[in-house]
Antibody, heavy 117, light 109 residues
């Protein structure tokens, strides 16, 4: 059974930083591309970032480019999202998802990031 | 960038057929994907590559695409199908950035 478990969310002040993690299990993590997708309260889904299986290819949404950094450690079956210069607009549930050929086949349960003073 | 447009809401009675559309200029060139999200839960993949259904997804969920419109059809709607539905596609030049439609709330009357 494929499992994705996010962690690291919480309350952070505007301008602050946070690091999210996603642990994968039940599949060969190192073989798969991964995405971060977020959902602001009461809003729709927004793709945030992508990383290839080897970390050689990385993409970001324009709204987070220059502030967020995606990375992975295949030896630890883990995906990360380093978030800096956070603002209220970054408040959302952040999901990690396994990216199977252009779509998100499996999703974690999400971790809530709240940016507020 | 590009946009995918969905109706905000669709309502049907139990046993009827619900159709949720997703419109976008990229759809003649790229596949459409559909997700279902129930309150407080993570999205679940319903349809990939326009019409393919992952294992475990009931046959009453089907997808199609023609021109600039992709359609998710739910036949014999059940009360448990009440949820938000999102379409997703890719940029015309490649897979990323991914773009999601705004979502459609399905209400089972």
């Amino acid at each position: 059974e494929v499992r994705l478990v996010e962690s690291g969310g919480g309350l952070v002040q505007p301008g602050g930083s946070l690091r999210l993690a996603c642990a994968g299990a039940g599949f060969n993590f190192s073989n798969y591309e991964m995405n971060w997708v977020r959902q602001a309260p009461g809003k729709g889904l927004q793709w945030v970032s992508y990383i290839s299986s080897s970390s050689l290819t990385i993409y970001y949404a324009d709204s987070v480019k220059g502030r967020f950094t995606i990375s992975r450690d295949n030896a630890k079956n883990s995906l990360y999202l380093e978030m800096n210069s956070l603002s209220a607009e970054d408040t959302a549930v952040y999901y990690c998802a396994r990216a199977d050929d252009g779509y998100n086949r499996y999703w974690g349960q999400g971790t809530l990031v709240t940016v507020s003073s | 960038s590009y946009e995918l447009t969905q109706p905000p809401s669709v309502s049907v009675s139990p046993g009827q057929t619900a159709r949720i559309t997703c419109s976008g200029d990229v759809l003649p060139k790229q596949y459409a994907y559909w997700y279902q999200q129930k309150p407080g839960q993570a999205p679940v993949l319903l349809i990939y590559r326009d019409r393919e259904r992952p294992s475990g997804i009931p046959e009453r969920f089907s997808g199609s695409s023609s021109g600039t419109t992709a359609t998710l059809t739910i036949s014999g709607v059940q009360a448990e199908d009440e949820a938000d539905f999102y379409c997703q596609s890719a940029d015309s030049t490649g897979t990323y950035p991914e773009v999601f439609g705004g979502g459609t709330r399905l209400t089972v009357l």
